[in-house]
């Protein structure tokens, strides 16, 4: 039982690591513009297919597929801040609606091009286990991306806190009007949010493909799960975005060794609800009234 | 035209001019049915959209909740199904109760606290096997009882069934926006604040307005459950009955009556009749595209623009 419980906190804690790439993007959009990206999700999505289409026609390693499926992401994400930029007037509402519609459109695009099918990764070498301490297995997929996915989360928390554009962009999440008397231009900074969540979501994406199986219908999914860490991490803490994986992770992979894993989904549902009713301002944030 | 002239006309159409055009044509009267559904819980989402300023995208949870509530009932209980219907809707309505917490959020959190209580709803749908019949569903579910010598079981007499259900729901939304607790919604969605200075609760209010925009999408999961006499979680708590409702609301303007009704049907049948024949997979992007363009070209919807058009030709401009 210690070790089927040990196992399943790793587990958890191997999927924290792209669950935080996916909600550090939401995190980071919503910090510069106070739009919530329902279309995020689907950017993971894309990243995935574009990594399946990369292996399956031109043999690409996964990993090697990165810069491709990065251009064509990242180029998405442009065309979503462009679109959401549009909106003038009750953008926070307005927002939600349009990038919802944008969210559909992806995956309705990724199931039409690609099929309903499911698909993952066919290169041998990622499916091999490895064990860790004689007791804990992991895939070798899922310890690459884990451990890719902490370096990128750790790179943008010091970019964030120690470069110019991440003070920047601090800057304009936390005033946007006084950022802009001291010299930030707003409109570049969410346009960084928009490119570095972009660039997150391939990763994950990618992750997603070799580590786990894809499909259309999961965009939506990951979108709710993000939005469930970044509740639990109270927006605007990299620390706390990462911990709230984590936490969401190792809550899943316990439901499913405990429990059922028809009930996994329902875990974190349960986990959102009770937070965001008890726990207004997440389990790190500041306190702050939302809305 | 007076409003009176305008509502007996609109009656005299969908109650008399439809069934005798259409009539006897099934497959046409059975997408009309679809529409309507979909029109009904557009209604609802509109409601408590416009009058309560939330956004749902999760109204499938009340869907569904009132489709199961209603076979439940006709189906183990032996209850006849129009009062089962009823108490379908009452059935959303709590359900809708135990969502109000989320009621003291705002904005995009109240919209995705909304999307989690439809997922939990679904899950345990599937899980409560003993109850629910879990992943396999309830099969022939009652259909729709012969009334006075009225079949509505037939797929014309469900039209009657869904039209009613719609127009009441219309008149209700049409009524509370004229009342005095209209007035105070609408002074709440320009400043909450200054509202509750002047003592409305603005909270309660809100909270009805979920009940009321629940009830009424229970009524219409009943109705669609006696209607196609099959159920399951899957299908009960779809996406699809929110997006549509969403995009149907959008597209006809959610801030007038009688504007989800006019986008659900067009959204539907445009989507069944043109897309669905030439995309049979992913057909549903035309919805998000749709979407997409009415909240950056005309976030007020298609009839107010065409109102607007129609009215600055007749003479000055009124909202509508």
């Known amino acids: ?291 | 035209m007076s409003n009176v002239i305008k509502i007996a006309a609109f009656l005299a159409f969908s109650y008399i001019a439809v069934p005798l055009a259409v009539g006897s044509n099934a497959y046409v009267i059975g997408l009309i049915v679809a529409a309507l559904t979909i029109g009904g819980i557009a209604v609802a989402w509109a409601l408590l959209g416009n009058l309560g300023g939330m956004v749902s995208f999760g109204h499938a949870a009340f869907f569904g909740v009132g489709a199961y509530v209603s076979a439940l009932l006709t189906l183990r209980g032996g209850w006849p199904v129009f009062p089962a219907m009823l108490v379908a809707g009452l059935g959303a309505a709590v359900a809708s109760v135990a969502t109000m917490p989320a009621l003291r959020l705002r904005g995009p959190y109240f919209a995705l606290a909304i999307l989690a209580y439809a997922e939990i709803f679904r899950i345990l749908a599937t899980e409560m096997k003993p109850v629910t019949g879990g992943a396999a569903g309830l099969l022939s579910i009652p259909r729709l009882p012969t009334v006075l010598g009225l079949d509505f079981g037939s797929k014309l007499g469900g039209y009657f069934v869904i039209l009613t259900i719609v127009v009441a729901a219309m008149a209700v939304y049409h009524l509370i926006r004229r009342s005095a607790y209209g007035l105070a919604l609408k002074a709440m969605h320009d400043s909450e604040d200054a509202t509750r200075v002047v003592g409305v609760n603005s909270t309660v209010l809100k909270a009805w307005m979920l009940v009321v925009s629940a009830f009424i999408t229970g009524m219409v999961g009943a109705f669609n459950a006696h209607y196609i006499n099959f159920l399951e979680p899957d299908y009960a708590f779809a996406g699809q009955w929110t997006t549509l409702a969403i995009v149907s609301a959008i597209f006809g303007g959610y801030r007038t009556v009688t504007g989800p009704l006019v986008g659900a049907v067009v959204v539907y049948l445009v989507d069944q009749l043109a897309f669905k024949p030439i995309l049979p997979q992913g057909h549903q992007i035309v919805l998000g595209v749709l979407l997409g363009a009415m909240i950056l070209f005309s976030p007020g919807g298609l009839m107010p623009l065409l109102m607007a058009k129609l009215s600055r030709k007749e003479g000055p401009a009124h909202a509508a």
């Open chain 1, 1 to 291: 039982m210690l070790e089927l419980t040990l196992q399943s906190l790793f587990s958890g804690v191997l999927s924290g690591a792209y669950y935080a790439l996916i909600a550090l993007g939401l995190a980071l959009v919503f910090g510069t513009m106070r739009v919530i990206n329902l279309a995020h999700g689907e950017l993971v999505l894309l990243g995935a297919y574009i990594s399946y289409t990369a292996e399956e026609k031109l043999g690409l390693d996964p990993l090697a597929s990165l810069p491709l499926a990065l251009a064509v992401v990242v180029a998405t994400a442009m065309v979503v801040y462009y679109l959401v930029s549009m909106i003038k007037k009750d953008r926070e509402l307005n927002s939600l609606i349009l990038t919802f519609g944008i969210g559909v459109i992806l995956t309705n695009a990724v199931l039409m091009i690609w099929s309903a099918d499911i698909h993952s990764a066919t290169t041998p070498w990622y499916h091999d286990a490895t064990i860790l301490f004689d007791t804990l297995f992991a895939m070798q997929a899922e310890l690459v991306f884990a451990a890719l996915g902490i370096i990128l989360v750790g790179a943008v928390w010091w970019w964030l806190e120690k470069s110019w554009y991440g003070r920047a962009l601090r800057a304009v999440a936390s005033n946007r009007d006084a950022a802009k008397l001291m010299g930030v231009n707003p409109q570049l900074t969410e346009v960084l949010s928009f490119a570095v969540s972009g660039l997150l979501a391939t990763v994950a994406g990618v992750a997603i493909y070799t580590a786990k199986v894809i499909q259309p219908a999961m965009g939506h999914h990951l979108t709710v799960k993000a939005f469930i860490i970044t509740v639990l991490a109270g927006m605007g803490s990299v620390p706390g975005v990462l911990l709230g994986a984590v936490l969401l992770g190792i809550v899943e992979s316990l439901t499913v060794t405990m429990a059922s894993s028809a009930l996994q989904e329902l875990a974190g549902m349960v986990l959102f609800l009770v937070v965001l009713l008890l726990m207004p301002s997440g389990l790190f944030g500041r306190a702050k009234r939302r809305g």
